[in-house]
Every structure is written in structure tokens, then in C-alpha cells.
């Protein structure tokens, strides 16, 4: 005889949900909560990695006091109307209290209590689900890579007015992960960054030791306005790993965002400098300032380099890539397109151009939703 399914209590969903958060394996809490791996990642499955937000009364729902006060009056013979006039509630809302909930026979406060809180339960109805071309819309754009962020904040930009055309970004990660809401496909999953169906805590990353420079300018002297983003023509640059021992190395305008992806047939200083060189030489002078690298010895021949271009070289203090905060960034958002173990050595110069013209063109949070391109054309007037 198969045994009976156990369900969760309210500590035990609680402790789940919390566990979750700090980032414990689905193993340890399957552990400490004596289930079956399978049984926790089902549950956290069902809301997407999501933990449901906890449970509240509506404030005009109700109470329970209130329900015991029905039940007297409903023992005493006392009609609908009286009692809502001693509770100072409509008569209608008493009517049908008592009708859900047995009638005058078999009304019982607890167990019309119990009962509101259960049917409180049910499944509602998503923004998205509600209003189908808005739905259709976000659809569309998560279809072309963009973010949930870029799609919330694109439609509050282009229809300012109009309050049925907004979704917050949370709502379209939702919509996504939980399938029972019935709106998005789970395919759509796959045009994220990040294409996991579990929406996992963030882990602390490890840093990796990087090599000397000879002779290497510090970020610390990295002129001001470089600093400030104010003026357009200073970059920031890093190599990207592929599988089989492939690279390649991607250029990131810090004023506009505005990313170049540069080919390599391998990761020597002589191979990276001289495609970087031939890059941005053919960029216009006043976009020649300068570059902010990391420890990587790939640029060790970075005085070849300046004289090359005219750009000078500046290195970021060792273990520090937030201080190349946009390269890291748009560096994430290229895994989307070459996903981590990508032979990148099967990508043309102009497949490169091509995602990066995709990148350019996607709207950014941090340029107030426009694009790299529109951006970067504006400040060059």
C-alpha cells in the first residue's frame, strides 16, 4: 500500500522558504526537513525559486469576533439586517456570510473562519493573463532578448499616459517562472540572461590571482572625466573564455555603454594588443581617450599599444572588477548569446558585430531605458 503523502506544515513551509533564501542546497533542506530531495525541489519548482509572500486577513475581511457575534444572533432567530446593524456592517455581507457558509442551520463561527481563510487560497488572475496584448506585447520583446527591467521600463517611457500599459519587471519573472499563472511560455525562459527556471540567492564568486604588469598606470591616475562618465571616449576591456582555449575581447564605452567584440586567435599579449589596435584605430579621435584594463598580462605590451592608438592604458587594482563595473556588466549580458564553454573560435568578426549590434540597440536601466547606439550618436553632435 503506497503511503500517504505528508504535507507541510506551516514551520515546516516557513523553514523551507527561509532556507531557501540563504542559499542552502535543496539537499541540506531536504535534510533538515526529513523529505525527499524530489519533494523540496518540487515545491520550490511550483513557485519558480519565488517564495510566496506571506499570508494576511484583508483589513475589511471578517474577523473572527464578528463571526461569533453572526452565530449568536443567527442562534437567537435574529434577522440579517439586525445583526449587521449591532456590527455595523451591511446587511448583505452578513446575507451572504452565513449563506457560504452552511446557512442558518449549520453556521458555525470557527468553522466559517476556517473555511474564509481556505477559499482565500484560491489562485488569482496575473496582470498579464488579464490583458492579453499586453501580454502579447512583453512577449514579443522578451522574443528579442530584452530584459524584464528593459520591457517595464520601455512601456512606462512610450505610453507615459497610459496606465493599462504597465507591468513591473517582477510580475514578468513571475509570470514566467510560475507556469500555473498561465500567461508567458515557459520557452520565453530562453531569451534571458540567465536562462535558469529557478531564481537561485546570489553566491559570493571566488577571485582569481592575476600577473605582474611592467610599468602599468594605475586606475587611481585615470583622469577625472574619465571618471565621471562625462565624456564620451573611455573604454574598458577584458577577455571573455571560451571552451577549447578560445577568447575573445570585448570593448565597452563608458559614457554610452556603447560594446565592440574583437575576434582573437589566441590570448598573447602580441595577438591581443594587435586586433585591439586595429579596432580602435579606425574609431573617430575623439572617442581615442583612453582604456581601463584589468591584471591580465594579455596586455603587457600596452605601451606598444598607446603608441599604436593613442590611447593610454590603465590598469585596476588586483581582484577588483567592480572597478571595470560596465565591462563586467555588459560581459554578463553576453552569455546570453555565448553561453559559458562556447568554442568562440567559431564566431567571424562579423557574427561578433552582429551581437554586439544587438547589445547597442537594447535598451539600458542605467541610461534611462535608451539605447548604447542613441546614446553614444547623441554625445558625438
Given at each position: 500500500m503506497a503511503r500517504k503523502r505528508r504535507e507541510y506544515t506551516a514551520a515546516e513551509r516557513k523553514e523551507l522558504w527561509q532556507r531557501w533564501k540563504q542559499g542552502e542546497s535543496i539537499k541540506d533542506i531536504a535534510r533538515t526537513l526529513d523529505r525527499a530531495s524530489g519533494t523540496i525541489h518540487n515545491t520550490i519548482r511550483e513557485r519558480g525559486g519565488v517564495a510566496p509572500p506571506e499570508r494576511r486577513?484583508?483589513?475589511?475581511?471578517?474577523?473572527?469576533?464578528?463571526?461569533?457575534?453572526?452565530?449568536?444572533?443567527?442562534?437567537?432567530?435574529?434577522?440579517?439586517?439586525?445583526?449587521?446593524?449591532?456590527?455595523?456592517?451591511?446587511?448583505?455581507?452578513?446575507?451572504?456570510?452565513?449563506?457560504?457558509?452552511?446557512?442558518?442551520?449549520?453556521?458555525?463561527?470557527?468553522?466559517?473562519?476556517?473555511?474564509?481563510?481556505?477559499?482565500?487560497?484560491?489562485?488569482?488572475?496575473?496582470?498579464?493573463?488579464?490583458?492579453?496584448?499586453?501580454?502579447?506585447?512583453?512577449?514579443?520583446?522578451?522574443?528579442?532578448?530584452?530584459?524584464?527591467?528593459?520591457?517595464?521600463?520601455?512601456?512606462?517611457?512610450?505610453?507615459?499616459?497610459?496606465?493599462?500599459?504597465?507591468?513591473?519587471?517582477?510580475?514578468?519573472?513571475?509570470?514566467?517562472?510560475?507556469?500555473?499563472?498561465?500567461?508567458?511560455?515557459?520557452?520565453?525562459?530562453?531569451?534571458?540572461?540567465?536562462?535558469?527556471?529557478?531564481?537561485?540567492?546570489?553566491?559570493?564568486?571566488?577571485?582569481?590571482?592575476?600577473?605582474?604588469?611592467?610599468?602599468?598606470?594605475?586606475?587611481?591616475?585615470?583622469?577625472?572625466?574619465?571618471?565621471?562618465?562625462?565624456?564620451?571616449?573611455?573604454?574598458?576591456?577584458?577577455?571573455?573564455?571560451?571552451?577549447?582555449?578560445?577568447?575573445?575581447?570585448?570593448?565597452?564605452?563608458?559614457?554610452?555603454?556603447?560594446?565592440?567584440?574583437?575576434?582573437?586567435?589566441?590570448?598573447?599579449?602580441?595577438?591581443?594588443?594587435?586586433?585591439?589596435?586595429?579596432?580602435?584605430?579606425r574609431l573617430p579621435d575623439q572617442l581615442r581617450s583612453s582604456l581601463t584594463w584589468d591584471r591580465g598580462t594579455e596586455m603587457a605590451a600596452h605601451a606598444k599599444f598607446t603608441l599604436a592608438t593613442d590611447v593610454k592604458v590603465y590598469f585596476c587594482d588586483p581582484q577588483s572588477p567592480w572597478q571595470r563595473s560596465s565591462n563586467e556588466n555588459t560581459n554578463g549580458l553576453l552569455r546570453q548569446y555565448l553561453p559559458k564553454g562556447t568554442d568562440l573560435s567559431k564566431f567571424t568578426q562579423s557574427q561578433l558585430d552582429a551581437i554586439s549590434a544587438k547589445l547597442n540597440t537594447r535598451p539600458r536601466e542605467t541610461l534611462d531605458f535608451q539605447t548604447p547606439a542613441d546614446t553614444l550618436e547623441a554625445a558625438l553632435r
Open positions: 486577513r484583508s483589513r475589511l475581511a471578517l474577523r473572527l469576533t464578528e463571526r461569533e457575534e453572526i452565530s449568536r444572533g443567527v442562534a437567537s432567530g435574529e434577522s440579517a439586517r439586525t445583526i449587521a446593524a449591532r456590527l455595523e456592517r451591511s446587511p448583505s455581507t452578513v446575507t451572504r456570510e452565513i449563506e457560504r457558509h452552511g446557512g442558518r442551520s449549520g453556521y458555525r463561527a470557527a468553522g466559517a473562519d476556517q473555511g474564509a481563510w481556505d477559499n482565500a487560497r484560491r489562485p488569482q488572475t496575473c496582470k498579464l493573463a488579464r490583458d492579453p496584448a499586453l501580454c502579447q506585447l512583453v512577449a514579443t520583446k522578451l522574443r528579442e532578448d530584452w530584459s524584464p527591467e528593459q520591457i517595464a521600463g520601455w512601456l512606462k517611457a512610450s505610453f507615459p499616459a497610459d496606465q493599462t500599459m504597465r507591468v513591473s519587471h517582477e510580475t514578468i519573472y513571475l509570470t514566467l517562472f510560475i507556469q500555473a499563472r498561465g500567461a508567458l511560455k515557459r520557452e520565453l525562459v530562453a531569451h534571458l540572461r540567465r536562462t535558469r527556471s529557478l531564481r537561485r540567492p546570489k553566491g559570493a564568486k571566488r577571485a582569481k590571482g592575476q600577473g605582474h604588469i611592467v610599468d602599468a598606470v594605475s586606475i587611481r591616475e585615470r583622469p577625472a572625466e574619465a571618471e565621471d562618465r562625462a565624456i564620451p571616449g573611455h573604454w574598458e576591456g577584458d577577455l571573455i573564455a571560451g571552451g577549447a582555449n578560445t577568447y575573445l575581447a570585448t570593448l565597452v564605452e563608458r559614457h554610452s555603454r556603447f560594446v565592440m567584440l574583437v575576434a582573437l586567435d589566441g590570448k598573447d599579449t602580441r595577438t591581443v594588443t594587435q586586433a585591439l589596435s586595429k579596432h580602435v584605430r
